[in-house]
């Protein structure tokens, strides 16, 4: 099992910019694959961005590619989500999630509490 502990969030304004970061600790292994999901309210949670540790696989849903970048600092045992030129559209909740083996898209098992994301116009 992997512990996760999101932190980053915040408001800001439309075209502003926030870092997320995502601590791991417990069974932290090369293999495993980071997702960052956001649930808006009154919407189903999606998948925004994914990467296995190495960083040599990497997704991302449409909706932020070319705005937002997932990376990885192995030393630190965190992973990052850089999201530029926000939208008001992107306010959320941002869980980061983390898995052992599989696909980047789904089945994930271990979540974080969350940190709002919150993109005023």
């Known amino acids: 099992q992997v512990q996760l502990v999101e932190s980053g969030g915040g408001l800001v304004q439309a075209g502003g910019s926030l870092r997320l970061a995502c601590a791991a600790s417990g069974r932290t292994y090369s293999t495993i694959r980071v997702g960052w999901f956001r649930q808006a309210p009154g919407k189903e949670r999606e998948l925004v961005a994914a990467?296995?540790?190495?960083?040599?696989?990497?997704y991302y849903a449409d909706s932020v590619k070319g705005r937002f970048t997932i990376s990885s600092d192995n030393a630190k045992n965190t992973v990052y989500l850089q999201l530029n030129n926000l939208k008001v559209e992107d306010t959320a909740v941002y869980y980061c999630?983390?898995?052992?083996?599989?696909?980047?898209?789904?089945?994930?098992?271990?979540w974080g509490q969350g940190t709002q994301v919150t993109v005023s116009s």
């Open positions: 990467s296995n540790w190495n960083g040599r696989n990497t």
């Open positions: 999630a983390a898995k052992y083996a599989g696909s980047l898209k789904r089945d994930y098992d271990d």
